[in-house]
């Protein structure tokens, strides 16, 4: 999992030093699994860590001439950067959050692995699913086609928090049931 959370900030570190072929090969298969909007992604070695979105003149449509119609998502999902924006990491700031949140709770849960409990089930939809739900759909619902109310945008610290409490709270959950599943399935009946 911190493999697969850290390898992203190597496509634009490979953009950088003009390996672009090498770039692809990361960019592309993390296309399958993100979104990676350049607007809800973090970029490096530009003049901003991020460009936000916004209703009609955001930082992003600014920076990039890439005007957010429905055209313009599939520009913004293609669009890895410049000398002057800099380059998009191959994941979006929530996912980067999620993954690298499993990854340390992870290492966490090691050194706890006999003792841990499962997060109870009221926990983790208060604490994962309720945050990342509000702030995702929020946003989704304020949006062309739906429009169903005012305009809004999350900020890439509130994905980071919400995606970060997503992860901590399915390690919390799902790697004790895996401890008890698998440390069960070796003890052999007498």
């Not at 993954?99 to 966490?108: D, E």
């Not at 309720?130 to 610290?157: A, K, N």
């Amino acid at each position: 999992m911190l493999v697969y959370s850290l390898l992203p900030f190597a496509a634009p570190v490979l953009m950088k030093i003009g390996d672009t072929s090498a770039a692809q090969l990361i960019y592309q298969p993390y296309k399958l699994v993100c979104h990676t909007y350049a607007f809800r992604s973090f970029f490096l070695f530009g003049e901003q860590m991020v460009y936000a979105r916004g209703e009609s003149d955001g930082e992003f449509q600014q920076a990039t001439g890439i005007t957010l119609t429905p055209q313009g998502l599939l520009q913004a999902r293609d669009f890895q950067g410049n000398e002057k924006v800099g380059y998009k990491v191959a994941l979006c700031q929530r996912d980067i959050a999620i993954y690298l949140s499993i990854a340390f709770n992870g290492i966490a849960f090691a050194f706890v692995r006999n003792r841990a409990r499962p997060l109870p089930w009221i926990w983790f939809i208060l604490i994962g699913i309720v945050p990342i739900g509000l702030d995702g759909f929020s946003q989704l619902f304020s949006q062309y086609p739906l429009s169903l109310i005012p305009f809004r945008e999350s900020t890439w610290w509130l994905r980071l928090i919400t995606g970060s409490l997503f992860g901590i709270s399915v390690t919390w959950l799902v790697f004790p049931l895996i401890e008890e599943t698998f440390s069960g399935a070796f003890v052999t009946k007498r």
